[in-house]
């Protein structure tokens, strides 16, 4: 199981690095050609855009990697109703652009609905190949049609934007993107399309898919409902401002994490019956997230004028003070973001969707909470308080519900992080205003996290520990 998460990990951290160094590189680009504004209306769409997503995979993609006894045949048969599934959510799209328009008050979305619909359309037909691709632990190929998805989304965005393409740049980057992804995936497989399929291999893979869909369909309003009520009752610069400090926070997740808990399902789903090795595992995974997660979470406050203004440019000050509270929760959400794939990998999609419920009313109150305060930095203050709440409730499931241990367990693992990130909180409190320009800040203030996390290390042992743990794969 070591060398396959060692294979899976590897192909998905240069993937996801690869992916993240480009799209770093066009934000940053569109960040200083765009507006604000501009990037308000794309945030706005892309709520729906998110949500005919989630319709699209409608919990077959999770479903085909845990279900062992597809034939290709039957693999087929839900190939070809997700086709169908992508054609009527392409066409409803299309009219979407008119409610949307009433809501926001704007009627550019009643096109760029239409331009978008295209992307719905793929983004569904391409669910099927890519989870083939995972269950047969096809890691390397999955990642590369990732990165070139995101070179040619990239290349096509830039473009437009110098050419004058506004907003439309990045919409019509993110269609080609949808495009790619697709024909890469289908090429690969053995997937056919016809417009005939067959009820039996849906109700095989129902109970399952049902379970993943309905989490997916609540986990999306719990994150996704400060955006649309930012974007309804605030400004769209507003929306850009707290889109832009709420995507950063991600990227911490997406760097140290996704390469991660990627491959946690695709792997773990072969020890479905062995539930104490997958909290072994799952235990050895928050340990290590919380290591780099907890001191980073404290080195981010510190340094999020530094970050937001060197990445995105000084138009974007407005997103430093929720990027700083967000920042707290970052560590939380790494965390988090590995439980759903150990729910999956012990068949427990049913306390899945129940942490999905308890987790959707946690942020949908503190999202609430903060809309009508007024202020972009409330709704980030009670979002990280309702994080934190859900990494309690969710790992109380998992560990009382699904491994038939003590919540306990779980947080002992977080102790030598603890002490680690307040080491970090000490050296910063007591660290003096630099005379130094933005970038020179940002370094000087890395160079000190990283010596800093490193004297926690070999302080609280977890070096040790690492280097025990590297031996004893590779032996």
């Given amino acids: 199981m070591f060398d ?17 160094i480009v799209q770093l590189l066009v934000q940053a680009a569109l960040s200083r050609i765009l507006t604000p504004a501009e990037f308000g209306i794309v945030s706005a769409v892309n709520i729906f855009l998110v949500f005919f997503q989630l319709l699209a995979d409608f919990g077959l993609g999770p479903a085909i990697i845990q279900n062992k006894d597809l034939n290709p045949k039957e693999v087929d048969a839900i190939f070809n109703f997700s086709i169908y599934i992508a054609i009527a959510l392409g066409i409803l799209f299309v009219f979407l652009g008119y409610p949307m328009s009433v809501f926001y008050g704007n ?48 290349v096509v ?49 129902y109970l399952f898919s049902r379970n993943q869909f309905l989490f997916n369909f609540i986990n999306y309003f719990s994150r996704n409902l400060d955006n649309l009520l930012i974007g309804r009752y605030f400004s769209s610069t507003a929306l850009a401002y707290y889109d832009r400090a709420y995507t950063v926070s991600l990227y911490p997740n997406q760097i140290l994490t996704s390469v991660v808990t990627s491959v946690i399902h695709p792997i773990l789903s072969d020890y479905a019956d062995e539930k104490e090795r997958i909290k072994q595992v799952y235990l050895r995974i928050s340990n290590l997230l919380a290591t780099l ?61 129940l942490s999905g419920v308890l987790s959707t009313v946690f942020n949908v109150t503190g999202i609430i909470i903060g809309v009508l305060l007024g202020e972009i930095e409330y709704v980030a203050l009670f979002l990280v308080i309702s994080f934190t709440l859900n990494l309690v409730q969710a790992n109380y499931l998992l560990m009382h519900r699904m491994f038939n241990d003590n919540i306990i367990t779980f947080f002992k693992v977080l102790v030598k992080p603890l002490i680690m990130a307040g080491m970090q909180l000490v050296v910063f409190l007591l660290l003096p205003d630099l005379p ?12 000190l996290f990283a010596v800093t996390w490193l004297a926690g290390l070999f302080l609280t042992g977890e070096f040790k520990r690492l280097l025990r743990e590297v031996s004893r794969s590779r032996s």
Avoid at 13 to 19: I, L, P
Avoid at 111 to 124: D, E, K, M, N, W
Avoid at 181 to 201: C, E, G, H, N, Q
Avoid at 436 to 447: E, T, Y
């Fill in 436 to 447: 130094l320009n933005l970038f020179a800040r940002l370094v000087a203030n890395s160079a």
């Fill in 4 to 20: 396959q998460f060692k294979r899976g990990i590897l192909y998905t951290a240069m993937g996801k690095y690869s992916v993240m």
């Fill in 157 to 205: 965005s830039i473009t437009l934007a110098f050419l004058g393409f506004s907003y439309y740049s990045m919409i019509i980057g993110n269609t080609t993107k949808a495009m790619t992804l697709f024909l890469v995936f289908y090429l690969k497989t053995d997937t056919k399309i016809s417009m005939r399929f067959k009820w039996a291999p849906l109700k095989k893979i």
């Fill in 107 to 154: 009627e550019v979305f009643i096109q760029i609905s239409r331009i978008l619909a295209v992307a719905v359309f793929f983004y569904g037909i391409l669910v099927v190949p890519q989870s083939l691709l995972l269950k047969e632990q096809n890691f390397k190929l999955v990642n590369v049609a990732t990165v070139s998805g995101a070179l040619v989304s990239g």
């Fill in 293 to 353: 997660g907890l001191p980073l979470s404290v080195f981010l406050y510190f340094s999020a004028e530094e970050i937001i203004l060197n990445l995105w440019g000084l138009q974007w000050d407005g997103s430093i003070r929720a990027f700083q509270l967000l920042a707290l929760s970052i560590w939380v959400q790494m965390i988090l973001s590995s439980t759903g794939g150990i729910f999956q990998s012990g068949n427990r999609t049913d306390l899945l969707l």
